[in-house]
Nanobody, 127 residues
Framework: QVQLVESGGGSLQAGGSLRLSCEASGYRSSMNLMGWFRQAPGKEREGVAR????????YYADSVQGRFTITLDNPKNTWYLQMDSPKPEDTAMYYC????????????????????WGQGTQVTVSL
């Protein structure tokens, strides 16, 4: 049984910083792609960042490139999203998910590639 527990969300002002955590268990060892996604009210879920478990290769959505950093602690089966200089438009529920690798970098942020989701953690950024 796949379990995903996101934590670290909260309310903060633009320009601050926040680190989200995702503790995962029960997923297939072949799932080597770890992703962060977000969904704002009335909008579709969008990919934010992903990291490969083996190579630690990362890829980001253009909207967060240079501001967010995804990292992975393999022994702990935990991955993180460091959010620096957040903006009000980053306000959303944030979710993590493990997935199967392969395909293009942009496709690795397609939420349809991912099957398992946690409850999410809310991030609210104000001016």
């Amino acid at each position: 049984q796949v379990q995903l527990v996101e934590s670290g969300g909260g309310s903060l002002q633009a320009g601050g910083s926040l680190r989200l955590s995702c503790e995962a268990s029960g997923y297939r060892s072949s799932m080597n792609l770890m992703g962060w996604f977000r969904q704002a009210p009335g909008k579709e879920r969008e990919g934010v960042a992903r990291i490969y478990r083996g190579s630690l290769s990362t890829y980001y959505a253009d909207s967060v490139q240079g501001r967010f950093t995804i990292t992975l602690d393999n022994p702990k089966n935990t991955w993180y999203l460091q959010m620096d200089s957040p903006k009000p438009e980053d306000t959303a529920m944030y979710y993590c998910a493990p997935g199967d690798g392969g395909g293009s970098s942009s496709s690795s942020l397609d939420s349809r590639r991912y099957q398992f989701w946690g409850q999410g953690t809310q991030v609210t950024v104000s001016l």
